[in-house]
């Protein structure tokens, strides 16, 4: 039987970088202290943001309350949830490449580049940004790649 339809290959996958949370700023706060319980550390906080870095050994977790955001947007349509995470992957284009094949918007463009481009930033440097959509649903949840250097 013959294929009907061959998306580009994986890239090699290394892991994931971080997840991140929307939250409200009292949220936020709760959810940092149960992190705080179960062993994370209070890694630095976005200079112009309301963003918090949170780890525990190779797990990093971020905490996104930003008012009028796009993780506020979310928070305001779902509550506390986990709202976008980051993959660490060999070829980035070829994640993209492949997402796009399989119906997931590329959203990268030059304010979310301009964005990673600040040092204060947490997020990993210009880095491919990517939408997943589920059809029917409004909401949106975001995949960061991070290419292995």
Partial sequence: MPICFSPPPLPVYHGLEFIEFAASAAEAQRLGQHLQALGFQHEGSHRSRQVTLWRNGGARIVINHQPHSWADHFYQRHGVSLCAMALRVEHSASLVARARALGVCHLAGRRRAERNADPGD????????????????????????????
């Fill in 122 to 149: 947490l997020r990993p440097r210009r880095q491919p940004y990517l939408s997943h959509r589920t059809p029917g649903r409004l909401s949106t949840s975001a995949i960061f790649i991070c290419v292995m250097a």
